[in-house]
């Protein structure tokens, strides 16, 4: 039997949807920290301590999970309830979603693979392959973020928007075409406060759109899941400020 102790607890901090099967509409909230016993989540709504409930969980619109819940308690922190919610029973299909989500949003990958090895070996778990840098894990958001970038040799600084982002390069829109494999420096602006997200990447491709704009996609030369993390915070709370702001 495994001591809760045994369960590294991830701090992901990430806004995530909720759908109580007894209630109609979904809603949201902040996920502060989960493992593959419970999670820690920060909401407007009230949910009734010490109680069982099944609960829809949506990390993405592509990962989600229904899992029974216990509620085993509640604080209040900055004027939201604060709960600390159990998981009764997770599938192998559950863990592996979980893992999927908390991979996609810490900063660092090398540390996700050594405790989800860990974990899932002393479970009896396989998780060979997870963590080949592919669209498993690098999975693409559909974002729009304004992009300033300049051509290697050039000292231009030219303009663009995003219209997805991945932790391994970005695909955005341009005015004019840029030249295949051509080496870029990029600055992502995030609406956070805290500067601009700078890289370095190759464009992979490139296309005319029927706006007669380009479509480019971008790699970046090293992966950058804070990055992606960080602008995709950046984003959700920017939609979700009336329910979230204090």
């Known amino acids: 039997m495994h001591d809760l102790r045994d369960y590294v607890r991830w701090k992901v901090n990430k806004l995530i949807k909720i759908r109580l099967n007894q209630e109609a509409g979904e809603f949201n909230c902040l996920v502060k920290d989960i493992n593959l016993k419970g999670m820690q989540l920060m909401l407007k709504e009230d949910l009734v301590s010490d109680s069982r409930l099944m609960m829809e969980i949506i990390f993405t619109e592509v990962i989600r999970i229904n899992v029974e819940c216990w509620v085993v ?98 695909g955005m829109t341009v005015k004019e075409e840029i030249s295949q494999d051509s080496d870029l420096e990029i600055w992502l602006d995030i609406p956070d406060q805290a500067g601009p997200l700078y890289a370095r990447g190759k464009v992979a491709w490139v296309k005319e759109d029927e706006a007669n704009e380009y479509k480019a996609g971008i790699n970046f030369e090293k992966a950058d899941l804070m990055g992606v993390s960080r602008a995709l915070r950046a984003v959700c709370k920017i939609e979700a400020l009336p329910r979230f702001s204090v």
């Open 73 to 170: 308690w509640q604080k209040d922190e900055c004027g939201f309830n604060v709960y600390g919610v159990n998981f009764n029973k997770l599938t192998y299909e559950d863990k592996q979603k979980i893992h999927k989500f908390t991979n996609m949003e810490l900063a660092n990958k090398e540390e996700v693979k050594e405790k989800e090895s860990e974990e899932f070996n002393r479970g009896g778990v396989d998780m060979e392959g997870t963590f080949v840098e592919d669209r498993r894990v690098f999975e693409r958001f559909a974002v729009k973020l304004p992009v300033r970038f300049v051509k290697s040799g050039s000292e231009v600084q030219e303009e663009a928007l995003t219209y997805n982002i991945s932790a391994k390069g970005v």
